[in-house]
Structures are given as C-alpha cells and as structure tokens.
C-alpha cells in the first residue's frame, strides 16, 4: 500500500537491527501483516444481521411483505441478486465515512508524512512508528469489512422481506415450502449482502476505467 510522500510499505526493521542497503536513504518501507478483525466488529456485525432478521420478521409477521417475486430460471435469480446487491451497495456508499478505519488511514498518512520529511533519514525509532500506524490500518480495515458486512446483510434482509424476493424460494419454485419466508430472507440478505464488496471492487474499477500501461 502506498501512502503520501512517495512512500512505499515493506517489512519492518526492529530496533538495533543492520538497515539493509537497499532500504538506507530517504525513502521508508514497513509492510504490515494481514489483521484478523477484532471481537468488537465481529459483534456488531453479527449483530446488525440480527437486528436485521428481526425486521424481516417482523415484515412478514404484520403481513406488509410483498408477493413473491418468482423469476422464470436461474438466470433471472441470479441477475435479480445482483441487481439487489447493486441497489445495496449504492444505498450505502454514502455511509461508509463512518465505518472504522478513516482515522488509522490519516494517522498512518501523517505518521509518513513527519518521518519522510525528517532531515537525515527515518531512523529505527521511525520504521517503527510507521509499522504500529500501518497494522493499525490493517486492523480497522478488517474492522470495516464485517461491519460493513453486517449492516449490508441486515439492510437487505428487511428489503428482501419487504420485496418479496427470496432467493431459496425463488430457485426452489413457488411452491416450495422447506423453510420459513422470514427465515429465507435472512438467507437471502446475507448472500446480498456478501456479494456487496466484490460488486463495490467491480464498480469502483469500471469506473475508473483500464489500469495504466
């Protein structure tokens, strides 16, 4: 991952340690390792899909829930998903400020910013300020996956509740009965609402256009 000031992220240099030649100079390398997301996230996560089962409940218990949405074949189930994905996806674009990590990304980039601009060099001290700031980054951004996760999974199970799309049902036939309408939607919302970040990735990068040459 690169940051301000031309700086790239390789591995850290401990304390006391020989600097290796090819990282001496002005510019400053620190990689840091993947993160696992914390117990935090994973709880609020978990928890927003239930909150969003118990809407979806709730829908389909006050019998507000639309009429089934039967597509002709599984290709119009899987076009629909998408299409569902899509709409979530796009609903919550303008949350994503607020998801964890924005802070950990401007203090790495000023973390880099101050060493870089140090007059002879990063020192030891410095690699290793930047390698706490980068797994940092590395930890929200774990964080702001299954929080994300959670809160696209529960938007779309209250709107598969509310729409009357349920993907079990929908492949399966109108007909079909083995599990609860309300229980489909939660199935329904958590394979939306997985699918949102892969879409967001498509999206960002049709939008951008073909990487340089």
Known sequence: ???????????????????PRSEQGPGLS???????AGAGAV?????????????????WRSGASAAKIQPEDTTGVFLTLLVFAAAVERILEPFSRWLPGRAAEAALSRTVTDV????????????EA???????????????????????????TVASSAGGFYVLHAVAGADWNGVAVWVDAVVTGVMVGS??????DLITRAQNGPPSP
């Open 43 to 59: 709880v609020a996560g978990f928890g927003l899909i239930a909150v969003g089962a118990v809407g979806g409940w709730a829908i």
């Open 195 to 200: 699918g949102t970040k892969p879409l967001h």
């Open 30 to 36: 620190v990689v840091a390792a993947s993160q696992q």
């Open 130 to 156: 930047v390698a706490v700031a980068t797994a940092k980054v590395a930890r929200a951004k774990a964080n702001r996956t299954i929080v994300a996760w959670g809160l696209a999974s529960g938007l779309a």
């Open 1 to 19: 991952m690169s940051t301000g000031g031309g700086v790239a992220v390789s591995p850290p240099v401990n304390a006391g340690a020989a600097t």
């Open 116 to 127: 870089t601009s140090r007059v002879g060099g990063p020192t030891d001290a410095d690699r």
